[in-house]
């Protein structure tokens, strides 16, 4: 058996190999490899059909948390390339990623909306 070539194929194949194990644990909750992979492939859908390309940069502003890691996943089976940007930067710092990081698409939560 071959190594994956990608990391959207190392965790599709991590996830049919420990589907029920926990991946990301938070305090009152545990996901799991198969819930990381379900949710980052249906969201990688989903930026695919809102335009994100082979190689086209996004700008994940989001929490440390699971849907950071399945924002991440997503980007990266849709053939993106994630630019993280810290959470609860002010917003002048976050406005200069984001005119000059080239991305296309930016994902946001929480305080990052302020």
Do not use: I, K, Q
Request: net charge neutral; no cysteine.
């Amino acid at each position: 058996m071959s190594a994956p070539s990608t990391l959207g194929a190392m965790l599709t194949e991590s996830a049919g190999r420990h589907a029920d194990r926990p991946v990301y644990l938070e305090r009152d909750s545990r996901h799991t490899y198969e819930e990381l992979e379900e949710r980052s492939a249906t969201l990688a859908a989903g930026l695919r059909h809102a335009g994100l390309s082979r190689g086209d940069r996004a700008v994940l502003v989001l929490n440390n948390s699971f849907n950071y890691l399945v924002t991440y996943y997503a980007v990266v089976r849709a053939g993106g390339v994630v630019v993280p940007h810290y959470a609860d930067a002010r917003a002048e710092p976050l406005a200069h990623v984001l005119r000059h990081s080239g991305a296309t698409v930016a994902v946001m939560e929480g305080r990052a909306l302020r």
